[in-house]
T-cell receptor, first 112, second 113 residues
Framework: DGGITQSPKYLFRKEGQNVTLSCEQN?????MYWYRQDPGQGLRLIYY???????QKGDIAEGYSVSREKKESFPLTVTSAQKNPTAFYLC???????????FGQGTRLTVV | QKEVEQNSGPLSVPEGAIASLNCTYS??????FFWYRQYSGKSPELIMS????GDKEDGRFTAQLNKASQYVSLLIRDSQPSDSATYLC?????????????FGRGTQLTVWP
């Protein structure tokens, strides 16, 4: 089955730790995105990538980092510089920027 | 200025009624428009896409686009309790070479039996 897989579903981070969220897609999509959603809020774009080995900052990139070494994979690292990381993180992909985007099931990150 | 605006609601309709959800956008160059449904605690699910002026129907859902007025709407006919969710409007900002989607904050819909 084609789709977008995010892992883990739940993640707990201690203060000062870096954590990496995984996103893999087998849809042969060129573009991939990371969004953050806080309770009762809309989606805010963190980073996105339109081609391998290239990515752009979104609206709230501070405290986050990404890589795009393979077309299928777009991992997100939440660094210790992100002071309020507790949120629901969503990965999405589409064939190109102006086409339908599809989402993974999300990772819920909690700071403990 | 927000790129995409939606009434946050909540919107409450009885079962069987028509639910009307509205969205406005700021970039006149936008060409791709999408509606997503998000159940509580779940990820957004694409339900409609529309690219040209007019209406597009898919089952109980109808998307309407008016580029001159810069609004896009979603009508849900014969609303069911299972339609209770948050509906997100998304617009591709063609004015940007980066081709990203902008999302509204969503409208919460409740359909009561």
């Amino acid at each position: 089955d084609g789709g977008i897989t995010q892992s883990p579903k739940y993640l707990f981070r201690k203060e000062g730790q870096n954590v990496t969220l995984s996103c893999e897609q087998n849809l042969n999509h060129d573009a991939m995105y990371w969004y953050r959603q806080d309770p009762g809020q809309g989606l805010r774009l963190i980073y996105y990538s339109q081609i391998v080995n290239d990515f752009q900052k979104g609206d709230i990139a501070e405290g986050y980092s990404v890589s795009r070494e393979k077309k299928e994979s777009f991992p997100l690292t939440v660094t210790s510089a992100q002071k309020n990381p507790t949120a629901f993180y969503l990965c999405a992909s589409n064939l190109r920027g102006n086409t339908e985007a599809f989402f993974g099931q999300g990772t819920r990150l909690t700071v403990v | 200025q927000k790129e995409v605006e939606q009434n946050s609601g909540p919107l409450s309709v009885p079962e069987g009624a028509i639910a009307s959800l509205n969205c406005t956008y700021s970039d006149r160059g936008s060409q791709s428009f999408f509606w997503y449904r998000q159940y509580s605690g779940k990820s957004p699910e694409l339900i409609m896409s529309i690219y040209s002026n007019g209406d597009k129907e898919d089952g109980r859902f109808t998307a309407q686009l008016n580029k001159a007025s810069q609004y896009v709407s979603l009508l849900i006919r014969d609303s069911q309790p299972s339609d209770s969710a948050t509906y997100l409007c998304a617009v591709n900002n063609r004015g940007s070479t980066l081709g990203r989607l902008y999302f509204g904050r969503g409208t919460q819909l409740t359909v009561w039996p």
